[in-house]
């Protein structure tokens, strides 16, 4: 896998979009507000994930990332603002009932369920379904991309590694078959070999099935890289949206993400004084 990443990386970025933009999009998030009590979090955001693609949004830490993942799979429900998934509003729906219409969430975190097995938690995965030969099959199809999966299967998830419950968690959400899958900072805590391995794994998903993905990071290299489009998130709001291949141009982005992207002290000081997307 890190032989080829390179590679691969170079192949996807330079492929078109997948879906025509005349196509419907399979996400469209309008105008959104979501608050955390009296704290507006999210302050009239809207993007859209074209159906087959992958739609990343990059923000600094408490920029709202997450704020807008929880929104779009009804853990949170905004306040205004719609969300429409394959054509129909899901605002006002529960996380369950999102589930079951083909939209798949990987928090922030991964949050597997440290106590049980590999294999129970895949299950946990595939709990809304009870077709025994496709489930036997897509467990199959996931130890194909996660190989270190399956020599796991009977272990506590609790003894995997930050990796392997990062594989563990995008997995679990495999088992749905969602056709979107949000995905929250998989890159969190992980090594830069882990972090392309599993950035590959998220591409060959895309490319192989056609499912559609949303993807929100702090590491905007890696995520500049895998994604077609991109959104860039300042406290609440989109700042810059683009294809991927021109925000990677943008001397802003270079600057303030993928230059000064260890947010060190002097990055985030640079980012203060001087903003010109605004
Ligand atoms: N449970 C919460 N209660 C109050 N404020 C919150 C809560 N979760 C997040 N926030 C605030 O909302 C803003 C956006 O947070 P979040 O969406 O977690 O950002 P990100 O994922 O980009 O780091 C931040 O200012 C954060 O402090
Ligand atoms: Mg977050």
Known sequence: MTMTAESEMKSVAD????????????????????YYGPIMAIRGVSLEVPRGSIVTVLGA??????TI???ISGVLDPLKGTVEFEGKQIQRLDPDRIVRLGL???????????FLTVRENLMMGAYIRSDRAGIAEDLERIYGYFPRLKERLDQPAGHLSGGEQQMLAISRALMNR???????EPSLGLSPILVKEIFGIIRRVNAEEGVSMLLVEQNARM?????????VLEVGRIVMADTCERLRESKDIQEFYLGARDHGERGERRWKRKKTWR
């Open 15 to 34: 492929a078109p979009v997948a879906a025509a933009p005349s196509a419907e999009p399979i996400l469209k998030v309008s105008n959104i507000e979501s």
């Open 61 to 66: 830490n408490g920029a709202g990332k997450t």
């Open 69 to 71: 993942l929880k929104t």
């Open 104 to 114: 798949g969430h990987v928090p922030e975190g991964r949050e597997v369920f440290p």
């Open 178 to 184: 969602p056709r979107l899958l949000l995905l929250d």
């Open 223 to 231: 995520a500049l890289e895998t994604a077609h489009h991109g959104y």
